[in-house]
């Protein structure tokens, strides 16, 4: 199969920062998803990657390591509003569907 | 602005219920999509299509089907509902089919539903 695996849950401080990572499998890659979902609430968009490095977003950055099968997202300067559901997502080279990951449930504590 | 809109934010149906989920977009994408989410085991492809009247079977697609009579509007339907089809169910679209450029899928608010 094509297995996406991310931690189920972590929790940051208020302004610190946290990285949430993403490993899949590698064969038949064709780019990475990163979504946030609050509860109850459809996903929004965050970021894509499809080469290898880092893209800056504001507050939120993510990186993939495409030969290591391997990504993650870093927000800084956490904030009350972060606390979500953070869902990786692999684009894999047969028909366009995304394969997610079950997410990773973050919580910001004061 | 970007909509994908579904029928419904709650539903409750009794088992052998015959169900019909709606979903429509207006940005004339052409892939569409019918996912579950369910706690802990994260967002699963049900089905999916890429054209009018054009469908792919997904990761979970039994006791479903769907529908793509025209481009904006994907129906899934639950022939015969059963309590374990209890879920929140979402509904994306998304642009051409892949080319290797930046395109993302846009989701619907979701429908909760529940099968008693």
């Known amino acids: 199969g094509q297995n996406i695996d991310q931690p189920t849950e972590m929790t940051a401080t208020e302004g610190a920062i946290v990285q949430i990572n993403c490993t899949y499998q590698t064969s038949g890659f064709n780019g990475l998803f990163w979504y946030q979902q609050h509860a109850g609430e459809a996903p929004t968009f965050l970021s894509y990657?499809?080469?290898?490095g880092l893209e800056e977003k504001g507050r939120f950055s993510s990186f993939l390591s495409r030969s290591k099968g391997y990504s993650y997202l870093l927000l800084k300067e956490l904030q009350m509003k972060d606390s979500a559901s953070y869902l990786c997502?692999?684009?894999?080279?047969?028909?366009?569907?995304?394969?997610f990951g079950q997410g990773t449930e973050l919580s910001v504590k004061p | 602005d970007v909509k994908v809109t579904q029928s419904s934010r709650y539903l409750v149906k009794r088992t052998g219920e015959k169900v019909f989920l709606e979903c429509v977009q207006d940005?004339?994408?052409?892939?569409m999509f019918w996912y579950r989410q369910d706690p802990g085991l994260g967002l699963r492809l049900i089905y999916f299509?890429?054209?009018?009247?054009?469908?792919e079977k997904g990761d979970i697609p039994e006791g479903y089907s769907v529908s793509r009579e025209k481009k904006e509007r994907f129906s899934l339907i639950l022939e015969s509902a059963s309590t374990n089809q209890t879920s929140m169910y979402l509904c994306?679209?998304?642009?051409?089919?892949?080319?290797?450029?930046?395109?993302?899928?846009?989701f619907g608010p979701g429908t909760r539903l529940l099968v008693l």
């Open positions: 994306a679209s998304s642009t051409d089919p892949p080319t290797g450029n930046q395109e993302t899928q846009y």
């Open positions: 997502a692999v684009y894999y080279n047969q028909g366009g569907k995304l394969i």
């Open positions: 299509s890429y054209d009018v009247k054009m469908k």
């Open positions: 940005m004339d994408h052409e892939n």
């Open positions: 990657n499809v080469l290898d």
